[in-house]
C-alpha cells in the first residue's frame, strides 16, 4: 500500500514540475549595444596580447547619450589569426534598466567581420533570467582606432525566480495528503 501512495506522490509531483516550468518559460527579445574601447576597458594576459580580460560597457543605445545598464566581463583569445577571430567567454552582469540584478553567460566567435554579421551562443544566466538559453545576433555599427560599437539582438527562453517557491509549495502540499 504504501509503494501505492509513492507512485501517485511521484506522479502528481512530475505533473506539478513539468506544468510550473511550462507556465513559468519567458521569452527576452531585446536590442542593446555594446561599447568596446580597447584603451579602457581591457587588458592583456601575458605578454602576447592573444588573451584579453575585457568589461565592455552595454548601453540601451547606440550614441554617447544611451543609459550604461550593464558590463559585458570575461576573456577573450585570439584563435584564428587567419580570419582574424576571437573567441569570447562572458558574462552580461545587468545592473541599471529592467535587467537589473540579472547575468547571461555567453559564449562566441568575434573579429574579422568581413563576412558579415555575427552570433553568440547564451549558455545561461542569474537573477530574472536564470537557466537562460539563446542566441545573440550582433553587428558592428561602429568601429573607428579607439572603439568599436556592437548593436546585439537577444533572443531567448528563460525560467523566472517564481518556479522555485511554486515547487515547495507543491511538494508540502503532496507529502501532507500522503
Same mark, same amino acid.
Given at each position: ?22 507556465? =513559468? ?8 549595444y *555594446? $561599447?568596446?574601447? +580597447?584603451?579602457?576597458?581591457?587588458? &592583456?594576459? #601575458?605578454? =602576447? ?5 575585457i568589461?565592455?560597457? *552595454? $548601453?540601451?543605445? +547606440?550614441?554617447?547619450?544611451?543609459? &550604461?545598464? #550593464? ?9 584564428n ?52 538559453r ?45
Amino acid at each position: 500500500m504504501a509503494s501505492y501512495y509513492a507512485i501517485v506522490v511521484l506522479s502528481v509531483l512530475s505533473f506539478f514540475i513539468a506544468a510550473g516550468h511550462a507556465l =513559468d518559460e519567458r521569452v527576452l527579445q531585446t536590442t542593446l549595444y *555594446i $561599447k568596446q574601447t +580597447p584603451a579602457q576597458d581591457q587588458r &592583456t594576459v #601575458g605578454t =602576447d596580447s592573444t588573451a584579453v580580460i575585457i568589461n565592455w560597457v *552595454i $548601453k540601451d543605445g +547606440p550614441d554617447a547619450i544611451s543609459n &550604461t545598464i #550593464g558590463h559585458a566581463e570575461g576573456l577573450t583569445i585570439y584563435a584564428n589569426q587567419a580570419q582574424s577571430f576571437w573567441v569570447t567567454i562572458m558574462d552580461m552582469v545587468f545592473e541599471g534598466g529592467s535587467l537589473a540584478g540579472s547575468t547571461l553567460k555567453v559564449m562566441g566567435l568575434h573579429g574579422g567581420m568581413s563576412s558579415g554579421p555575427g552570433q553568440w551562443s547564451i549558455m545561461g544566466g542569474t537573477g530574472e533570467l536564470t537557466m537562460a538559453r539563446g542566441i545573440i545576433n550582433y553587428k558592428i555599427i561602429q568601429e573607428d582606432s579607439t572603439s568599436r560599437t556592437f548593436e546585439i539582438c537577444i533572443s531567448a527562453y528563460y525560467t523566472t525566480n517564481n518556479t522555485i517557491p511554486f515547487l515547495k509549495l507543491v511538494v508540502k502540499v503532496v507529502f501532507l495528503n500522503a
